[in-house]
Structures are given as C-alpha cells and as structure tokens.
T-cell receptor, first 116, second 116 residues
Framework: AQKVTQAQTEISVVEKEDVTLDCVYE???????LFWYKQPPSGELVFLIR??????QNEISGRYSWNFQKSTSSFNFTITASQVVDSAVYFC?????????????FGGGTRLMVKP | KAGVTQTPRYLIKTRGQQVTLSCSPI?????VSWYQQTPGQGLQFLFE???????NKGNFPGRFSGRQFSNSRSEMNVSTLELGDSALYLC???????????????FGAGSRLTVL
C-alpha cells in the first residue's frame, strides 16, 4: 500500500530565510504521481506541482523549487527567501498509476509559520 | 471561471442524525472526489465519482455514501452521525480523463461538520 510521510509537523522561520519541507513516499507501483498542495487558513487546498515517476528533473518556479529523488523516495520542497504569505500547511501527496481514477494519499502535512 | 463550490460551509448536527453535503465542480470537470480532514487522521480519501459512477472508494464505513448527478454535481451523505465524524469535508474536481492518477485536483473550501 502507498504511504506518504512528512516528518516535520511544524516549522517556524523568520522572513527571508530559506526553508525545505521534506516528503518521503512508499509505493510498489512503477508509475505514480507526486503532488504538493498548500492549505492556507481559508481551508481549500491549492495545487502547487505535479511530477510523474519517470521525470526526475528538478523544477524551479519563482521562489519555489522541488527536488525529486527516486533513489531515496523523496520529493522535497524548498521555499527560498520565505515571506509571511507563505505561512500555511503544506501537503505532499501520492497517486498511483494503477488506480482507475484519481485517489490521493496525503502526508500528514507540515505547518509553516513565517514570522516578520 | 468559477471554482469548486461546496455547501453548506458550516453545519452542526447531533449524534444519530444524518447529513448531506453538496459539491458543484468546475464546469467541464467530470470527476468529483471527497476527502475527510481531521486533526487526528489528516486527509483521507472517501470516494471518487466519474460520469455518475463510483470509481474508487476509501476505507470508510457504509454510513458514508455519495452520488453524482448527470451535471457532475455530487452529494455525500453520512447517516447515523458519530462524534468522530466531526471534520472538514473537502470536495475536489478534475477533468477525470487521461492517465490514471495524473489528474490535478481542484479543491473547494470545504464543509465543516460539527457533531455534538
């Protein structure tokens, strides 16, 4: 069965610091998809990124970057020069390719607090 | 483009009652998924509907049920409510087609259910 672990339950940083959120996953599938979602206080999850298991290229989008390493089953998320608006709960999620549809397994989430 | 709309946003019920939650997906999206979010269990998959058919089901008791209408709107029902059913219920929609597991989900703001 698939599993996603986010070992950091809460992280507190000061604005402009860099911060990395860790995500480790388990799956027996060779085809799978990894996601990061952000949940601000309003409640709805906001999609950030999707990677498939065949694409290990790291990705950068503005201040956000993602490091996908199949060898360690990790998909870590780094925020560079953090801002107060980055404060939220961040979820890593896994979807296996053998499912007939879309079923996400979420990690427990990491609450990020960015202080001014 | 309107997002995913969930109603009601907040509701309070007592043990033994039943509740129906509604979700209107993004126009053109044919897949609707439901997730339960609690502080103890985190985000857990309930079920997914695609073209009025249940495509996936999570590990929840039969008291939890759902359906999807021809216009893709979905409802979920919880019968004989228990205190442990208090949670944020999130609905997500996606186009639904394409490779299994690859769809990006767009979430609504959720329905917060309190069971007294």
């Amino acid at each position: 069965a698939q599993k996603v672990t986010q070992a950091q339950t809460e992280i507190s940083v000061v604005e402009k610091e860099d911060v990395t959120l860790d995500c480790v996953y388990e799956t027996r599938d060779t085809t799978y998809y990894l996601f990061w979602y952000k949940q601000p206080p309003s409640g709805e999850l906001v999609f950030l990124i999707r990677r498939n298991s065949f694409d290990e290229q790291n990705e950068i989008s503005g201040r956000y970057s993602w490091n996908f390493q199949k060898s360690t089953s990790s998909f870590n998320f780094t925020i560079t020069a953090s801002q107060v608006v980055d404060s939220a709960v961040y979820f890593c999620a896994l979807s296996e390719g053998n499912n007939a549809g879309n079923m996400l397994t979420f990690g427990g989430g990491t609450r990020l607090m960015v202080k001014p | 483009k309107a997002g995913v709309t969930q109603t009601p946003r907040y509701l309070i019920k007592t043990r033994g009652q039943q509740v129906t939650l509604s979700c209107s997906p993004i126009s053109g999206h044919r897949s609707v998924s439901w997730y339960q979010q609690t502080p103890g269990q985190g985000l857990q998959f309930l079920f997914e509907y695609f073209s009025e058919t249940q495509r996936n089901k999570g590990n929840f008791p039969g008291r939890f049920s759902g359906r999807q209408f021809s216009n893709s709107r979905s409802e979920m029902n919880v019968s004989t409510l228990e205190l442990g059913d208090s949670a944020l219920y999130l609905c997500a929609s996606s186009l639904g087609g394409g490779p299994s597991g690859a769809n990006v989900l767009t979430f609504g703001a959720g329905s917060r259910l309190t069971v007294l």
